[in-house]
């Protein structure tokens, strides 16, 4: 995402630095090519909307184009299965850039103006800005089905300007994995709070017999788990859901006391209950550490739930919901969401749409969730026995209590100016590396929060931070 933006952002100054090194002989030359192309592209949309009323008449198919960011066969099958059952006039065609290069890919075709209807991870806001992604506000306003959308996920899909660009099909949420058979051959209840993980954990590590009590992820991301302590420990009394790393005071939740706390309680739980290799994992490592049998407790999203079921013995293991502060009574965890928009220049937007209605409604929803890994996003899924019982029963229960907290980590890119998103940008650069640095005792944990504090530090001033808190 910061790629993107940075991209984005280096384009916009490139474009700005053109037009005004134009001469006022080519103002009047530019002028006429913007009028002659803003006509010719009301003509291509007249024409794309006559073919597309020509192949409603012989009974061709309008092709919808979808690219994606992440490929998945098997997904990306039955999108296409659920779309022909349901949409006799539509085809859904779906690219899928590498993986590596998805997203500046995406950037570029957008930039172009490809002929592509339905763009994945587009609520970006300078997508919008651009005029890329197109404004469902009226199409979602007349959709029946939306109404039963979980209101979290509305907030999110509203963007900036109040209104709506895209509709999630999936939501990411962790939850607490956890070996049954090793707990209850030590005679140790799955733990609820972190104090009691720290304990359980420390007590079913035996490095002698290759088992530890946590599939630390030491690299990648792996300080956002951390974060979690973090935000729990400061609790809906100083943190807003909208601000995940801004508080209520105006500063930085590294600012805090509890900050340089959470950074021990980490130190320890790597130390004494973490493999010393796990400095270097990143998810697909923690996860094979906890299905192979060499880690007691892992911290996941749903999508490992398949994984398990692959790798494991029914009985063996076990999901939980994830612990809450000791203190507070609350858990604070980033709530990824995965979701379509429909471009600013389709020739095709309410094919798009309709294709839309059916992977994000409620039976398509189901569906795609049930072999993606993924959440489903409307409220009725809990009527359904497999997301309401066996493994994905945490995640309903945690849905069910407020004290769960769920936020988007991008959510201060929808408020902040551009001077601060540029610094909030250096946050996430050597953030892996700084961890690495904590864990290893290179950096102490009053030098990591002062590190991390710093990109935050515009919050003390900032204009719309102090409107939305009330402070002087």
């Known amino acids: 995402m910061k790629k993107k933006l940075l991209a984005l952002l280096l384009s916009g100054t490139m474009l700005a630095g053109m037009l005004t090194g134009c001469s006022s002989a080519e103002d009047s030359a530019e002028g006429a090519s ?43 099958q039955l999108m296409k299965d659920l779309v022909e059952a349901s949409c006799d006039n539509i085809e859904l065609e779906i690219i899928t850039p590498p993986s590596d290069q998805a997203g500046e890919k995406i950037v570029a075709m957008l930039q172009a103006h490809e002929d592509i209807d339905i763009v994945e991870d587009g609520l970006d806001r300078h997508y919008i800005e651009n005029g890329w992604i197109a404004d469902l506000t009226d199409y979602v306003a007349e959709w029946d089905e939306y109404e039963t959308i ?9 963007s900036f300007d109040g209104k709506v660009y895209g509709l999630y099909y999936g939501r990411y949420e962790r939850c607490l994995f956890y070996r049954a058979d090793w707990l209850k051959e030590a005679g140790i209840e799955v733990p609820t709070t972190w104090n009691e993980l720290y304990d359980a954990a ?6 002698s017999q290759n088992r530890y009590g946590y599939a630390m992820r030491g690299n990648v991301n792996g300080g956002d788990y951390m974060q ?23 500063k930085s939740i590294y600012e805090y006391p509890e900050a340089i706390e959470a950074c021990e309680f980490w130190i320890d739980l790597y130390n004494n209950a973490s493999n010393p290799d796990s400095l270097a994992w990143g998810y ?27 790798y494991m013995e029914d009985g063996t293991w076990g999901t939980a919901p994830l612990p809450v502060h000791d ?6 965890f980033p709530q990824g969401g995965a979701h379509f928009c429909i471009t600013g220049f389709s020739e095709h937007k309410d094919e798009a749409f309709e294709v839309l209605k059916v992977i994000c409604g409620q039976e398509g929803n189901m569906e795609l969730s049930k072999i993606n890994g993924t959440l489903p996003v409307h409220t009725t899924a809990a009527q359904d026995p ?9 995640y309903a229960t945690m849905g069910a209590d407020p004290n769960y907290k769920g936020f988007s980590e991008a959510a201060e890119y929808a408020f902040a100016t551009e001077e601060e998103l540029s610094i909030i940008d250096g946050f996430w650069k050597e953030k892996d590396a700084l961890f690495q640095e904590l864990l290893l ?12 504090a710093s990109y935050y530090a515009w919050a003390h001033d900032s204009e719309w931070v102090a409107e939305r808190f009330g402070l002087d």
């Open 150 to 158: 979980l209101p979290s996920l509305k907030d999110r899909q509203a």
């Open 228 to 250: 979690m302590l973090l935000q729990a420990s400061l609790s809906s009394e100083l943190m807003d859901l909208a601000t995940p790393y801004i508080t209520k005071e105006g």
């Open 284 to 310: 697909p490592e923690s996860v094979e550490a906890f299905y192979s049998g060499t880690a007691a407790f892992l911290i996941n999203d749903a999508e490992v739930i398949a994984t398990c079921e692959q």
């Open 441 to 452: 005792g290179e950096l102490s944990p009053e030098d990591y929060c002062a590190d991390r």
């Open 202 to 207: 420390v007590a079913l590590t035996d490095p």
């Open 386 to 394: 497999f997301f309401g019982e066996g493994y994905y029963a945490a």
């Open 327 to 332: 203190e507070t009574g609350e858990s604070w």
């Open 34 to 76: 913007v009028k002659e192309t803003t006509q010719a592209a009301e003509e291509k949309a007249q024409a794309a909307e006559e073919t597309a009323e020509a192949a409603e008449e012989s009974g061709e198919k309008v092709v919808i184009t979808m690219v994606t960011t992440l490929g998945n066969e098997t997904r990306d």
